[in-house]
């Protein structure tokens, strides 16, 4: 059996960053967790996971906007664990979000607080719930989503609340990592540029030019390469990195 369980927000969708990296986890023999808001395929896309990679698999329904929905699902977890069908929970990977790509003064109060929700509350609600079991062990790995928007502010998909809202996860993972420098948990975030996902389905020839003129590698990142560096920061070499932002961004942000 696995030795420790990742837990994965908003994997459910196959050509996402979750996914990716909950299969990666699985394929480092991780067992893994699919929180998402879609249940079903939570289930579905972890059912298939496990059958791959023979690790212990499980998908749940968790709006990560709600403290006991994620509660909920947490309680189901740490259920698994204690009856042996899970192994303790080792990392948690903050992948769950949404951008905003309206024009601030287009920009409703709604949909502010909607992207700061999802992105910032979720993180912050999610670490809260799992983070307790980790300090009790004296172990535990947290990789947080931010993106390249923080850090430039803005971007074709992501604009104000977005670049916002990523900016926050970044200060984020800085003061927690600060204040749980002791007690074996790490905290880190990655900050990905333009990466191949339904995020940009849709759109248009236009867009897609002026992404692929402001990488100087020339091309967007796929779901695999940022997966590897978010399991990288979830193993026991990356065990002396914590509170680090690590870009994945092709050169398109070089500070």
Known sequence: MSELTAVITGAASERGIGAATARRYASEGW????????????????ADIGN??????????????SEESVLEAQRAVAAEVAAGNLPPVGA?????????????????????????????????????AFLPDMIERGWGRIVNMSSVSAQRGGGVFGKVPYSSAKAAILGFTKALAREIADTGV???AVTPGAVDTDIRVGSTD?????????????????TDEVAAVITFLSSRDASYLTGTTVDINGGSHIH
Do not use: C, H
């Open 31 to 46: 067992a893994v967790v699919i929180l998402d808001l879609d249940g079903e395929r939570s289930a579905k896309v972890a």
């Open 52 to 65: 791959q990679y023979a690790v212990p698999a499980f998908g749940y329904t968790a709006d990560v906007t």
């Open 92 to 128: 948690l990977a903050n992948i769950a979000g949404i951008t905003s790509p309206v024009p601030f003064l287009e920009t409703t109060l709604d949909i502010w607080n909607t992207v700061m929700a999802v992105n910032a509350t979720g993180t912050y609600l999610v670490t809260k």
């Open 186 to 188: 790490t905290v880190n």
């Open 206 to 222: 236009e867009q897609e030019a002026k992404l692929a003129k402001d990488i100087p590698v020339g091309r967007t990142a796929t």
